[in-house]
């Protein structure tokens, strides 16, 4: 009778150009805090945050990687041990987003086949600014199959939605240990179709 | 040996588990880590030594946490001192070691049941040493008595090795200190070593080993799963970072059950206790008298039966049919006001405990489990003992005894023996550490316990029962008299007698026994209770129910239960989780590093520069960091650059200095001249946390040592005035400097004719002029002369000079025999028409330069006399200059054994190629 948990962990990994505010997504999310000062991460960090999902317990484990240009090769040796990667770029900076092919190409050639890949844009709180508007963002996804959703660190928009929805995917993925499967597997396949691209 | 970490309040520390063998017995010996990994004795401390003996359990923690695969598997070790909590990885490794303790403790056993019990005389030792060491203050990692909180410590291991260290007892010389008796026996050597020292070998080895091996020491791997063939150091971090949840689930469970007031709720609930001692008949009475006697249902019931059944099939195969139908018969006779459902039955011979719930509590009873323990003949079968149900209900944990104890009157300390014994051998599994009795919020305990009347006879308890004077007989029963004394049911609460005694009646009669053996009537069946919120609101013998010599007993309760409120409930556990993870961010190893950038400006060849960085280790935990390779790289730097140290241990607030050496050597100096960048990136890993990435860069001054003979051969002036660019271009492709290099070439480099000229004109008849080092700080004025000005005196000895020379053809870009003529060279080293007709094809400055050197060698060998120099010596030396094996062929396919004589074979052939050209003339 004693209930039995199903504990998981899954590791994420934040990538995207320098600046676009991947430290301040994890900050946001692990800490529920924003911190204007801006250090370039030099390095791989992470934090850990346990959230629930289907009444399951999971640690997410989140890697923040450096993004400066000088460190690309170092971090796409990061890439394998990842089960979802979510890509960042800055709606301010059309570079960043710009280089966004770039980013997929070496998920990849890096990443695990299966990895789960989600597109952040980065700043929407700066509407003002905005360069890239949201229907590019939307467009590219569609175009690599991969969802997205535009973000603030600074105004909380959408950080805790863009991890739950990263974790629940590699959740779909990961084998039930269930002793009923035919009810996960009912309950998995009313989400998938009840699942709609996600917006801002 | 295992190698562990234990965490105390988050603190997270290893431990060195070992199992020591001392010829037949074995025992665990427990060290502290005070650095990992373990790499010398005074890495480590003594904490604890436990000998495998009878009270040494050591069992697999939770069913639960087996279920994830890649799960550290939590391992617990009970002695009468000590109760720890380990972690262990999940793998063979683990179970290996397990397997080996269990051998012990069987051992043990064996040993002695054949009468040789152990004595664990040389463990005693240990022991007092560690007490010695404690006392005096020398280990201050954490004192022994800190090391026992199992139920809030979460230990982690990570590494171990399987196999039990052999010890000789007779070697145990013992001293005073027990440091020094570490030192000692670590330093004996590997010849008969006494004491921890081959264990302490064994760890060693395989602690690197696993460091090595990344899939055996990362749990988290075979969760993600990525299947990766090669270990790099990367994944390593990737690897080895984040323990799985499952480890918190204690502390989870342990804060919560600390804020439970915060979210539970006290509601009272209706509990019927009965209990029917009924002599073996059959349920042939209706049991409604005494079951559904009161007006109000109630909520839960707990109806214990003894002497359920007399039968020898009973007794012998615990197989009775009356099972069956004294349930049916209480089933029936529950209150008809409410629908129950049986949540559990649990029988051992004749004593039967059966609990209900009303239907719609059911759902809010959890972790239910049964136990039985005999107490009856031997003290082991079931004709007397206690079963008992313990399950969860709400948030409130219950437990039920239905016991029969001991019979005859003067058996009163039997009887408390056997309570005693139910208490400490009733442990209810399946839910992380058993559960004792007494670890319930709510305890009842029912059952014919047995206890009689004392001193006064038959007739004379009769007589104060007719006058009505139950509260003077009660002044003599024996279980209100050891209760008083507390010699048994310490703690519990009976409430006032008001009823008749329940024994020992005529069957079918409420008259009192009238066999010859005019037992005096008693209580003997009775109900107790322990616990806070507890309120009896009746306690009675039912006389109506007449088949047995007992009459049944019941009592109603009134319990406080603590229900949970669902929205508060979630909330403090979100509130719980947060904080936990709060904890885990901050208690990840973090070091602060003075810089991340480091210029080495004007790098020259064989000059070395130094720069250090200064980690702080700026968090809560002991940090190790080391500086790991990139992938697909062999080495975590360049082959200029040296980091020292490479690896190191620091604790919270320390500061260690790292040494950043560049060094460009014939090795380096080759690529560098072709245009490679002084440049690299390190990884500087935290175990268990971040990495950083420390930028290394600088310019390199190029030098004529590494350049390529075609290069320098166009070279009419110092390496120093041809254009950056222009050099990259003749390094990077030496075979075509022709077409960019406008100077008419010399025959050989003109740094080769000086140098030679040199030591021509001052040296021939200097003895030993190449086995001698010149003086380090002359070479260094040599070199600059090299590069900065050719046309200078080189100062100097003549003995640096010659090394300037062996240096100079040692670091050329391809060897004077080109990579591609080496085998041929070597092929045909045993003839010289071969050997000229091989070196007439190598390219004509490469040729030059050969025919240069060994002409000056016979030169040299013309003044034999003054110089000691030998043709031999000579082409042995001069072999190993002009043959290089080209790059990544180094090293030898051969078995090691054969590994020697092969490299000398080639040093013969190399010497002998060389040998036909010094002793014979040569010229094309």
Known sequence: MAKKTYDLLFKLLLIGDSGVGKTCILFRFSDDAFNTTFISTIGIDFKIKTVELQGKKIKLQIWDTAGQERFHTITTSYYRGAMGIMLVYDITQPKTFDNITKWLRNIDEHANEDVERMLLGNKCDMEDKRMIPKERGESIAREHGIKFLETSAKSNVNVEKAFMTLAEDILRKTPQKDSNPDSSSVSVHKETSSRKSGCC | ?924
């Open chain 2, 1 to 924: 040996c295992v190698e562990g970490i234990l965490v105390q309040d988050w603190v997270r520390s290893s431990r060195l588990l070992a199992l020591i063998d001392c010829e037949e017995d074995k025992a665990l010996f427990i060290y502290t880590c005070n650095k990992t990994p373990v790499i010398c004795a005074d890495d480590i401390t003594l904490e604890a030594a436990l000998p495998i003996k009878g009270d040494f359990i050591c069992n697999i923690e939770s069913e639960s946490s087996m279920a994830l695969p890649g799960a550290d598997v939590p391992v617990r070790i009970t002695t009468n001192e000590t109760d720890v909590l380990f972690e262990l990885p999940f793998g063979s490794k683990t179970s290996h070691f397990f397997s080996q303790i269990k051998q012990a403790i069987g051992n043990f056993l064996q040993q002695t049941s054949q009468g040789r019990p152990l004595s664990f005389q040389w463990v005693e030792r240990y022991r007092l040493c560690i007490e010695e060491s404690q006392q005096s203050g020398t280990n201050d990692l954490f004192g022994f008595d800190k090391f026992q909180p199992a139920s809030t410590a979460q230990p982690h291991t990570v590494e171990k090795t399987p196999p039990p260290a052999q010890q000789d007892p007779d070697d145990l010389a013992f001293e005073d200190n027990f440091a020094d008796l570490r030192v000692s026996q670590i330093d004996s050597g590997s010849e008969g070593p006494p004491g921890l020292s081959p264990g302490m070998r064994e760890s060693q080895g395989s602690s690197y080993g696993s460091r090595e091996s990344f899939t055996t020491s990362s749990t988290e791997e075979n969760l993600v799963d990525v299947g990766s063939g090669s270990v790099t150091g990367v994944m390593k971090t990737m690897g080895s970072a984040v323990r799985p949840v499952g480890v918190r689930d204690g502390i989870v469970k342990l804060h919560m059950s600390k804020r439970e007031s915060e979210f539970t709720v006290l509601k009272p609930f209706r509990i019927f206790i009965g209990t029917w001692n009924v002599n073996g008949k059959s349920c042939a009475e209706d049991l409604g008298p005494w079951l559904a006697c009161d007006a109000e249902p109630p909520d839960i019931y707990a109806v214990g039966f003894q002497e359920l059944d007399l039968s020898k099939e009973a007794f012998l195969f615990n197989d009775s049919p009356r099972e069956e139908e004294w349930l049916r018969g209480v089933y029936k006779a529950l209150h008809p006001r409410a629908n129950y459902k049986k949540i559990k039955l649990i029988r051992l011979v004749g004593m039967m405990l059966i609990v209900f719930a009303k239907h719609e509590l059911a759902s809010y009873i959890t972790d239910v489990a049964a136990e039985t323990v005999g107490t009856g003949i031997m003290g082991k079968m079931g004709n007397k003992g206690g079963v008992g149900v313990r399950l969860v209900f709400h948030n409130t944990t219950f437990v039920f005894i239905n016991s029969h104890l001991a019979a005859h009157v003067e058996e009163y300390e039997r009887r408390n023996q056997d309570y005693n014994d139910i208490c400490s051998r009733m442990l209810f599994k399946d839910f992380g550490s058993p559960l004792h009795i007494s670890q319930h919020d709510a305890i009842f305990w029912l059952g014919d316990l047995n206890y009689r009347i004392s001193e006064l006879s038959a007739d004379e308890v009769k007589g104060f029962i007719r006058k009505d004077m139950l509260r003077d007989v009660y002044e003599y029963d024996q279980l209100n008299r050891q209760m008083r004394i507390q010699k048994a049911f310490i703690g519990f609460t009976e409430g006032e007698i008001n009823f008749l005694p329940t024994y020992k009646y005529d069957s079918g009669t409420d008259s009192w026994d009238s066999s010859e053996k005019n037992r005096a009537p008693a209580w003997c069946d009775r109900i107790l209770y322990r616990g806070e919120s507890i309120r009896q609101l009746k306690y009675r013998g039912h006389m109506a129910l007449k088949i047995s010599d007992h009459k049944p007993v019941s009592s109603i309760f009134d319990v406080q239960v603590k229900t949970i409120d669902e929205k508060r409930y979630k909330k403090v556990y979100e509130d719980v989780i947060r904080q936990l993870d709060r904890l885990e961010n901050e208690f990840l190893p973090q070091v602060s590093l003075s810089k991340l950038e480091f210029v080495f400006s004007n790098v020259m060849y064989k000059e070395e520069q130094q720069q250090s960085l200064s980690v702080t280790n700026s968090g809560q935990v002991p940090v190790q960091f080391e500086f790991i390779n990139k992938l697909d790289e062999n080495k975590y730097c360049k082959p200029w650059l040296e980091a020292e140290p490479s690896m190191c241990f620091i604790m919270p607030g320390d500061k260690v200095e790292v040494k950043f050496i560049v060094l460009v050597d014939k090795m380096s100096a080759s690529s560098l001249n072709a245009g490679e960048k002084l440049e690299d990136i390190l990884i500087l890993h935290l175990d268990g946390g971040k990495d950083f990435f420390i930028s290394i860069s600088g310019n390199y001054i190029p030098s004529s040592f590494g350049a390529s003979i075609e290069a320098l051969v166009r070279m009419h002036g110092p390496i120093r005035e041809i254009p950056i660019e222009l050099l990259f271009q003749m390094e990077s492709d030496p075979s075509n400097s022709q077409q960019v290099e406008p100077f008419q070439a010399f025959d050989i480099p003109k740094e080769v004719w000086m140098l030679v000229d040199h030591l021509f004109r001052n040296g021939t008849k200097v003895a030993h002029l190449f086995d001698q080092g010149g003086l380090h700080k002359n070479f260094f004025v040599d070199h600059a002369c090299i590069h900065l000005n050719l046309h200078r005196f080189i100062a100097g000895s003549i003995h640096s000079v010659a090394e300037a020379l062996l240096e100079f053809i040692a670091a050329l870009r391809e060897p004077v025999i080109p990579y591609v003529y080496y085998q041929k060279c070597l092929d045909c080293s045993n003839n010289f028409v071969l050997c000229k007709q091989v070196l007439s094809q190598i390219p004509r400055s490469h040729r030059n330069v050969f025919k240069y050197l060994t002409a000056f060698a016979r030169e040299l060998l013309l003044y034999k006399e003054e110089s000691k120099l030998h043709e031999k010596t000579l082409a042995t030396l001069l072999g190993e200059l002009f043959l290089r094996p080209p790059p990544g062929k180094e090293v030898l396919q051969v078995p090691p054994n054969r590994r020697q004589a092969a490299i000398q074979q080639i040093a013969r052939k190399k010497a002998s190629f060389v040998y036909n050209f010094i002793v014979n003339e040569y010229d094309e």
